[in-house]
Nanobody, 126 residues
């Protein structure tokens, strides 16, 4: 199973930007879904954005136009550029990855992902 390690985040002022990174230990899957989720205490984990091996992306409505997901295949790294941050973006952010079957799409459903990182905290102050 692939190991995922997140970095980045920290404390940011509202309206500011930050970038999260997620490094995968191996290039395990030829086809995959790679995603960011976030969670605040007492709430369910919610999908933020995803990218596939063929660079199809999808975003939660709450972050569209503000966040940008990307990947760098050669270094097994995924990024989440977070712009115009709002206090409601405060959460622990997790990256996750799963294998994608040929012609299968990817969706921001946390129960479908089997590999998870340990998470990194993002706190946005007003």
């Amino acid at each position: 199973q692939v190991q995922l390690v997140e970095s980045g985040g920290g404390s940011v002022q509202a309206g500011g930007s930050t970038r999260l990174s997620c490094v995968a230990s191996t290039n395990t899957y030829t086809r995959y879904c790679w995603a960011w989720f976030r969670q605040v205490p007492g709430k369910e984990r919610e999908g933020v954005a995803l990218v596939t091996d063929n660079d199809i992306t999808a975003y939660a409505d709450s972050v569209k136009g503000r966040f940008i997901i990307s990947r760098h295949g050669a270094s097994n790294t995924m990024y989440l550029q977070m712009n115009d941050l709002k206090p409601e973006d405060t959460a622990k952010y997790y990256c996750a990855q799963r294998e994608r079957i040929k012609f299968e799409g990817c969706h921001l459903e946390p129960e479908a992902f089997g590999s998870w990182g340990q998470g990194t905290q993002v706190t946005v102050s007003s």
